[in-house]
């Protein structure tokens, strides 16, 4: 499944010329001009990176990144600045509030994608490899979970439900509750709630 990418710029020509490169460099991706439009895709789709200018109509760039970085949903979303304000002072606001890299314009569209394509690689790693429980180092009550089995307990442990599991992860709801079936039955636990208590008391101890 490719990588779903949403562009925001009020430059309408540059923001479709980009749309459609990246599309033909193998990812999904959405355009819209304005924070309003940009929220709809977000209420809408799971996406994995964000490149947005600074100066856009009634919120700026920045305040964009320092809401979506204050929402569970989205904190851990790469966002790149692409964007005239160049000046030093203004990267360095840029990375202050969380956003993972800054392009100035004019810009080398090989250059943004070399760096979409890094931050992409580097996220599905750690969110893979280093946000989620380690339960191999546990040696009571082990029970061996897979990688995604692992990644829905963490989630389920920070509120998620099962709905918001499937817009997180892009996966049926169907599916995620087949998944949660199979860890009650890992777990010999009877719903939610006794599944949870048993990996805080179990795996999240410290």
Same mark, same amino acid.
């Given at each position: 499944m490719a990588f779903k990418v949403l562009i925001i710029d009020d430059d309408i020509d540059l923001c479709y010329a980009l749309k459609s490169y990246l599309i033909n460099k193998g990812l999904s991706v959405f355009a819209v001009h304005n924070l309003k439009d940009a929220v709809k895709v977000l209420n809408y789709e799971y996406l994995d990176l964000i490149v947005s200018d600074i100066m856009l109509p009634n919120v700026d760039g920045y305040k964009l990144v320092e809401i979506l970085k204050s929402m569970k949903l989205f904190n851990q979303l790469p966002f790149i600045f692409l964007t005239a304000k160049g000046l030093t002072? =203004?990267?360095?606001?840029?990375? =202050?509030?969380?956003?993972?890299a800054y392009l100035s314009k004019p810009f080398n569209p090989d250059e943004l994608l070399s760096i979409i394509n890094n931050l992409l690689n580097y996220s599905e790693k750690q969110y893979d490899l280093h946000q989620f429980i380690d339960l191999s180092k546990k040696n009571l009550n082990f029970?061996?979970?897979?990688v995604k089995e692992q990644i829905i307990v963490n989630l389920a442990t920070q509120g998620f439900m099962n709905k918001e599991l499937g817009n997180y992860l892009n996966i049926n709801i169907r599916n995620i509750e087949k998944y949660?079936?199979? $860890? $009650?039955?890992?777990?010999?636990? &009877? &719903?939610?709630?006794?599944? $949870?208590?048993?990996? $805080?008391?179990n795996y999240l101890s410290t």
């Open positions: 002072k =203004d990267k360095i606001h840029g990375y =202050d509030i969380g956003c993972s029970i061996e979970f897979s949660v079936s199979k $860890l $009650l039955s890992k777990t010999k636990t &009877n &719903n939610r709630t006794e599944l $949870l208590i048993f990996i $805080l008391q």
